[in-house]
């Protein structure tokens, strides 16, 4: 499961229920073409996407195994999520309306946080579409969603992500341990960016 950033805010009442809605509200146009909220009518392509170990294998929080079943449930969690404004399961879709990524925000509104998953078929990876979509995404979430810190992980090998996410301007942070949802431990490099770094760096 995703889990809170190391450093703790704390949101007003008003700044956590504005995040609530923008999550259950939230306009996708500025993340580009062919997103979605992922629905029922998406988990046969999720799986044929997840079932690729070179798309799922770095994933830490996906539900194991994967079948139509785990999906199913994974989907509809996430729906119940979105109307609680506490994350936020989105698929890219190709231009033949397949499933071609997908992207998982957890948001804690209380704390004024968020966290970013996901990923791109394995055909798609390698041409530099990765890094501009998740800079997209960083973006989008702090602007959209108005939340004032990030945090990210990444498996200690994952090392083409830990080169995207340093790119970006996140600031590392030591390492923690994530929790699969099979209760499994994965030892994970840590990052974390606020709001008000992200607008200064992209301001230069």
């Known amino acids: 499961m995703s889990a809170p950033p190391k450093t703790v805010l704390h949101a007003s009442p008003e ?9 259950r509200e939230a306009d996708l146009s500025g993340l580009g073409p062919g997103r979605a909220v992922a629905e029922l009518k998406h988990v046969p392509g999720l799986v044929a996407l997840l079932a690729d170990p070179a798309v799922s294998d ?17 989907v509809a969690e996430n729906q119940a ?3 609680a404004g506490e994350a936020l399961l989105l698929v890219t879709l190709d231009e033949a309306g397949d499933v071609s990524g997908y992207s998982h925000i957890a948001v804690w509104p209380e704390r004024s946080s968020a966290e970013l998953a996901g990923a791109i078929r394995a055909d798609l990876q390698n041409r530099g579409q990765g890094g501009a979509g998740m800079a997209r995404s960083f973006g989008w979430i702090f602007e959209h969603l108005g939340v004032r810190l990030m945090c990210l992980t990444a498996a200690l090998d994952n090392v083409r992500s830990q080169k995207g996410i340093d790119a970006a301007g996140f600031r590392r942070m030591g390492e923690r341990d994530v929790t699969r949802p099979d209760g499994t431990i994965r030892r994970s490099v840590y990052w974390e960016l606020t709001r008000d770094d992200w607008e200064r760096l992209h301001r230069l």
């Open 15 to 23: 700044e956590a229920e504005a995040i609530r809605g923008a999550v």
């Open 58 to 74: 770095w994933i830490y929080d996906l539900p194991r195994p994967i079948t139509a079943e785990s999906v199913t449930r994974w």
């Open 81 to 83: 999520r979105r109307l």
